[in-house]
């Protein structure tokens, strides 16, 4: 950079630092602008919404924090959190899963790939097509029943898998962890690849057993990718729609928080209360996230 | 002591047996769905889910899955939204880490944190006003209203290719300096094609997620012109509610380009998604 200097006449360095910052300039530009259309610009306008009482058509009326108010005082709002409890013990099955699974993947065994490949592929999966998928298996004269009844299950005593409150929300669940065990597991495959293989000859000819090598060797190694993945898990929680949106509509106790915001905001036309909703989101989301940094912070050091 | 390293044969067929089972969990719930796609109405309504369809060769479901169920435009609707996307994802994504691999700058810092910050809030809460933005740029119930929504980039993308550029040297940049190169032909010449690798990392995940992605189309796209392959799926809801083999078909549909992606780039869908996690 300091050879060519001479090389150019009128003060090329000036010449230069106009055209890094053009560059800059012209670069960054496109993606901040999206950036802030988007998300910031949206961001802030929901706060103001927040304050609200909205149709999203007629004129706005400001109301101050009644919205506010109103979510805290009438309980019908925050049940839906209750929701979360079911997908949040889904996801920690699902990283324990995940996790004997990549440490069974780190062994020699046949077939490897197939079954690797077999419980990721649903990751990459249509969540509509997965939604169907499930309200196949679990509809009255639907797969699983035909299989409980192959496995002599009596007719009577097979449950409403959607249909019975207390279990909708672990059919639900469980579609969830069916989904997104694959994609975990891959993570964990990719944490403990990157362990050093020394570790492990060294502790085989120390006659170290399997279990000792996942406890002394596997475990330090991949903890902080393992506190990530429940941190995600707490958020992936709290954020579930989609399945309740495609299989259930949210019916029969399966509503969750932001798919009750959703339709606070595009069946009832309540803008003002469903951005109260997602700034509450948000900031529970915003929470969590200063935790997990503490968190893993204070792992690593 | 030698039986340690070579674990004793029944813990290796439980092991077998475990992952076998999982894999079952797997398969049961879209085997049924394959034999569904190919039954006849009748025999979907009088024979046991769990059973083979008399015949693999009976595609009437699939033709009316994919005239009658909207799912030729919903593909072509997915190929124009996904590739426009996809391209305006990697420009904006390679042009950003450029930008902060290559130059100090006053902001540099903030630029970054925008980004990680962005990753952080769940966007799907804030589409009230996404919604009210989109109706004030004109653009609701048209195609570009999700490009543009897909248009930008993320801090993983960003991490995918910041992590691949340290590893270009910057005696390139230099060298193309001096023969006077400007940056922009430096970016387009030198840097672009050689980030080749992490791009074809970022169109995969990038791409797999647009395509399943629902509730964006969902929300932007309304018109039945318009539909996408999730929103053609989902409206199979209603009126083939009674007729399953008809959206079991649909559901096959939909799953085959995954399949055959999956199939032709598992590896570097393995290690895009390591990528991703390791800084995220």
């Known amino acids: ?301 | 002591m030698n039986g340690v390293k070579d674990q004793s044969t029944s813990i290796k067929i439980v092991r077998y047996a475990i992952t076998i089972l999982a894999c079952l969990v797997v398969l049961l719930p879209l085997m049924v769905v394959l034999f569904g796609a190919f039954k006849t109405n009748k025999e979907l309504l009088t024979t046991n889910p769990l059973s083979l369809p008399s015949s693999f060769g009976f595609l009437d479901n699939f033709k009316k899955a994919w005239t009658q169920g909207n799912m030729a435009r919903g593909f072509i609707n997915t190929f124009i939204v996904v590739g426009i996307s996809i391209m305006a994802t990697v420009l904006t994504g390679t042009m950003t880490a450029y930008i902060l691999d290559r130059f100090k700058f006053k902001g540099r810092k903030t630029v970054k944190f925008l980004f990680l910050l962005a990753s952080l809030i769940p966007s799907i809460t804030m589409q009230m006003s996404v919604f009210q933005i989109i109706v004030g740029l004109g653009i609701y119930n048209t195609r570009l209203s999700v490009i543009l929504l897909f248009a930008g980039t993320d801090i993983i993308s960003i991490y995918i290719f910041l992590q691949f550029l340290e590893g270009i040297s910057y005696s390139l940049d230099e060298a193309a300096i001096v023969d006077g190169a400007s940056f922009a032909q430096i970016f387009f010449k030198i840097i672009f094609p050689l980030l080749q690798p992490a791009i074809i990392t970022v169109v995969i995940i990038k791409g797999v997620g647009f395509y399943n992605d629902f509730y964006t189309p969902f929300l932007y796209m309304k018109s039945k012109s318009l539909q996408v392959v999730s929103t053609a799926l989902f409206a199979f809801k209603g009126p083939y509610g009674t007729q399953w083999e008809v959206i079991c078909a649909g559901v096959i549909i939909t799953m085959i380009p995954t399949l055959i992606i999956f199939l032709a780039l598992q590896d570097q869908i393995y290690s895009g998604l390591t990528q991703g996690s390791v800084k995220g």
């Open chain 1, 1 to 301: 950079m300091i050879k060519h200097r001479e090389k150019k006449e009128k003060s090329p360095l000036r010449q230069m630092e106009m055209e890094r910052r053009i560059t800059i300039c012209a670069f960054l530009a496109i993606p901040l602008i999206l950036l802030m259309i988007f998300t910031y610009i949206p961001m802030l306008k929901m706060v103001q919404y927040s304050t609200w009482r909205w149709d999203g058509f007629r004129d706005p009326k400001f109301i101050g924090i009644d919205n506010y108010k109103k979510l805290l005082s009438d309980p019908r709002y925050f049940t839906a959190f209750k929701t979360s409890g079911y997908y949040f013990v889904g996801s920690i099955a699902q990283i324990a899963v995940a996790l004997y699974f990549a440490v069974i993947f780190s062994y020699k065994m046949r077939a490897k790939n197939f079954f690797k490949g077999v419980l990721f592929f649903p990751s990459l999966l249509n969540g509509v097509a997965i939604g169907f998928v499930f309200l196949y298996l679990f509809k009255g004269d639907g797969s699983l029943n035909a299989l409980l009844i192959a496995l002599g299950i009596p007719q009577e005593k097979l449950p409403l898998w959607l249909g019975n409150p207390k279990l909708v929300n672990w059919s639900l669940t469980f579609s969830s962890v069916w989904r997104y065990m694959g994609n975990n597991m891959i993570m964990f495959v990719g944490a403990i690849e990157s362990i050093p293989g020394e570790l492990f000859e060294a502790s085989d000819i120390d006659g170290a057993s399997k279990w000792q090598q996942f406890k002394h060797i596997i475990m330090p190694n991949i903890r902080t990718i393992i506190s990530l993945n429940m941190i995600l898990a707490v958020k992936g929680a709290i954020s579930v729609y989609e399945a309740p949106l495609i299989i259930t509509g949210g019916i029969g106790g399966s509503m969750t928080f932001v798919l009750q915001t959703l339709n606070t905001a595009f069946t009832d036309k309540k803008i003002g209360l469903a951005s109260a909703m997602g700034v509450v989101l948000l900031l529970i989301v915003l929470l969590i996230t200063v935790i997990q940094k503490r968190f893993i912070e204070g792992k690593e050091e």
